[in-house]
């Protein structure tokens, strides 16, 4: 999987060694390739919120010599190698070329524009992927992820509900 990059972010594969490494400490600091050789990338607990709970049963999808999570990235800024977020695809793309996404960004950097940045990325990666409609669903008591999309964009294509999250906006972003 590539690494992609915007002017304050790179967004690095999410791979098994940082899954394992995360289940067994909250805090920690790996070397990860980078696009121009290794980077320490420092993780804090906070990183990668909400997911955290579906990592095993990410590792325990990794077969073989799979080493990365398809579609799955570890955003971290350029300038301090911090590890503050996490995005990336929900499964593969729909026959009719629809693929949704999901995103998440450590509470330290809300409000500094690094989610729209990210989402950005991986929005256009998947266009150039052949993505037709990229999807996503927020909650509507979570207004922020909203404006992250709405100032990229999508457009609000309907309503929803989940047990985790309460009543859910559906957004859509066509090429």
């Known amino acids: 999987m590539p690494v992609l990059q915007t002017p304050r972010l ?41 997911p ?9 999808a990794l077969v073989g010599n799979e080493s990365e999570v398809a ?32 995103y998440g ?20 990666h998947l266009h150039a992927q052949d993505v037709r409609v990229v999807t996503a669903e927020t909650a509507t008591g979570n207004p922020a992820s909203g404006r992250v999309l709405s100032k990229l964009g999508f457009r609000q294509v309907g309503s929803g509900h989940s047990d985790e999250d309460g009543p859910l906006t559906l957004w859509a972003h066509a090429t």
């Open 10 to 50: 790179l967004l690095l594969p999410l791979s098994r060694v940082v899954i394992a490494r995360r289940l067994e400490a909250e805090a920690f600091t790996l070397p990860l390739p980078g696009p121009d050789g290794p980077l320490d990338v420092t993780f804090e607990p906070e990183w990668p919120g909400d």
């Open 52 to 60: 955290l709970p579906v990592f095993p049963g990410m590792l325990a």
């Open 71 to 102: 579609g799955s990235f570890i955003a971290v800024r350029r300038d301090t190698g911090e590890a503050v977020g996490m995005l990336g695809t929900k499964g593969p793309p729909s026959p009719e070329g629809a693929q949704e996404i999901g």
């Open 105 to 124: 960004f450590n509470p330290a950097v809300w409000g500094q524009g690094l989610a729209t940045e990210g989402v950005g990325a991986l929005v256009t």
